[in-house]
């Protein structure tokens, strides 16, 4: 009587270390597909955090000519300004550059060519966001 009470208690024993490592096992299985959804959301979060930052940074520009004169000469320049802003605040002081200019040159073309903030970088795609933020802050 003794060996058999035994061997029924070993048998459900046996069940339930079974049913216990599927337990287990589904667990972790759970605990992974829920670790992985967590990281999603988190780069997520940082991905539009970012194109959020992005979206109020911009660039205040603005060009004019110069003329300098020596005795008989007169030398015209293009000078450019720009500076960074996030929202109404500015990150930068005005950078400026100046490069002499041909008569008859296009003057609003040759500021453009002169950029040194380009918009266009501020306005990239999601993948390049990370790439983008790391050229504009050197």
Same mark, same amino acid.
């Given at each position: 009587?003794?060996?058999?009470?035994?061997?029924?208690?070993?048998?459900?024993?046996?069940?339930?270390?079974?049913?216990?490592?599927?337990?287990?096992?589904?667990?972790?299985?759970?605990?992974?597909?829920l670790?992985?959804?967590?990281?999603?959301?988190?780069?997520?979060?940082?991905? %539009? #955090? &970012?194109?959020?930052?992005?979206?109020?940074?911009?660039?205040? @520009? $603005?060009? =004019?000519? +110069?003329?300098? %004169? #020596? &005795?008989?000469?007169?030398?015209?320049?293009?000078?450019?300004? @720009? $500076?960074? =802003?996030? +929202?109404?605040?500015?990150?930068?002081?005005?950078v400026?550059?100046?490069?002499?200019?041909? @008569?008859?040159?296009?003057?609003?073309?040759?500021?453009?060519?002169?950029?040194?903030?380009?918009?266009?970088?501020?306005?990239?795609?999601?993948?390049?966001?990370?790439?983008?933020?790391?050229?504009?802050l050197?």
């Amino acid at each position: 009587m003794y060996v058999v009470m035994r061997s029924r208690m070993e048998v459900r024993l046996a069940r339930q270390r079974e049913e216990l490592a599927g337990l287990k096992a589904a667990l972790n299985v759970h605990k992974e597909h829920l670790d992985g959804t967590v990281r999603g959301a988190e780069e997520s979060a940082r991905s %539009k #955090a &970012l194109e959020e930052l992005l979206a109020d940074l911009r660039v205040e @520009e $603005r060009h =004019y000519t +110069r003329e300098h %004169k #020596a &005795l008989f000469m007169t030398r015209k320049s293009i000078v450019r300004q @720009e $500076r960074i =802003y996030f +929202r109404n605040i500015p990150l930068s002081n005005w950078v400026e550059q100046e490069m002499p200019v041909e @008569e008859g040159a296009d003057i609003d073309k040759l500021a453009k060519t002169m950029a040194i903030f380009d918009a266009a970088l501020l306005l990239t795609e999601p993948e390049g966001l990370q790439k983008t933020a790391k050229r504009l802050l050197r």
